[in-house]
């Protein structure tokens, strides 16, 4: 939303009157569409509400949740609406992957940043941490991909035979219905002299390598974050990394690895509360 302020910070507070957070107008006119709150003059001019029910839970005391968040980079500080974008600094391909106690608790960690201070993180250091998960993760393979691989290949030889008119030979033929079958896959026989055939094979089982892929890569992500202990480390190293490398000056009072832990500190504190005696 390109000149569309980031943050609207409006105001939600309970029926005492007390601040609970703070969120976008969509969320205001949630409340108010559905008859669960009424408008109240607010001494900042910023639109806020007031709960006319009893929630289940009275909103977050940490700073981070009634503080306002800025519309300015958090690196160059640009408050220019036009260039600013909302940076994940735990990327969300990882995050959506959490577990739903973790998954929707990272809130401060989506801070402003400006188009070029943006790129600049993610085609340097964010590129560079990246790799070094991936390496971390390289003995993680995929048998189907590799047989998907081969496939392909042996495939293209075929093609580039029939494209020359050199009919497949008994061999060969028999040596793409095996790895059919090891691919668990179908193709006809009776077509397989034809190149144009062959050709929507090739895309058939390209099909099936991307879809292995994506598994494999789902299964390197989650590689990393198997255990709470596990998710609270890969947020503090992002966190540390973005920190490091873009050494932003104009961070939220609150954005700390501090708050980080007391955070991580309060979603297992609420576990153990809900746990049987």
């Keep these: 939303m390109k000149g569309a302020k980031l943050y609207d ?14 969120c976008n107008k969509k969320r205001i006119q949630w409340y108010l569409s ?3 709150a009424e408008r109240v003059e607010d001494s900042e001019g910023i639109d806020a509400i007031k709960l006319n029910f009893k929630p289940k839970g009275q909103g977050s005391i940490e700073e981070l949740a009634v ?4 519309n300015k980079c958090v690196c160059c500080g640009t408050e220019d609406l036009s260039v600013l974008t909302k ?34 993180y993610e ?39 029939l494209e020359n008119g050199v009919p497949l030979s008994t061999e060969e033929i028999s040596s793409l219905e095996k790895m059919a ?24 089982v390209k099909d099936i390598c ?12 989650k590689f990393f974050i198997q255990t709470d202990k596990d998710i609270e480390d890969f947020c503090r190293a992002w966190v540390n990394d973005f920190l490091e490398s873009s050494k932003p000056k104009f961070l939220p009072a609150y954005f700390s690895i501090e708050v980080l832990n007391k955070m991580f500190e309060n979603i297992q504190s609420k576990l153990k509360s809900k746990q049987p005696a």
């Design 123 to 161: 085609t340097t250091s964010a590129k560079a941490f990246r790799k070094r998960l991936n390496e971390q993760a390289s003995h993680l393979k995929s048998e189907e991909v590799e047989k998907a691989h081969k496939m392909i290949a042996f495939m293209n030889e075929c093609k580039e035979y």
């Design 67 to 70: 503080n306002p968040a800025l």
């Design 9 to 22: 910070n409006c105001k939600i507070y309970n029926m005492d009157g007390v601040l609970m957070f703070r």
């Design 210 to 221: 991307r879809d292995a892929q994506n598994k494999l890569a789902i299964e390197k992500k």
């Design 87 to 120: 940076h994940h600094i735990v990327p969300r391909e990882f995050r959506t992957l959490f577990p739903t106690h973790m998954k929707n608790r990272f809130g401060f960690l989506i801070v402003p940043l400006c188009i070029k201070c943006h790129v600049e």
């Design 34 to 36: 559905r008859g669960l």
């Design 181 to 204: 079958n090891d691919l668990d896959c179908t193709i006809d026989l009776s077509r397989i002299q034809d190149e144009y055939y062959i050709r929507e094979c090739i895309t058939f």
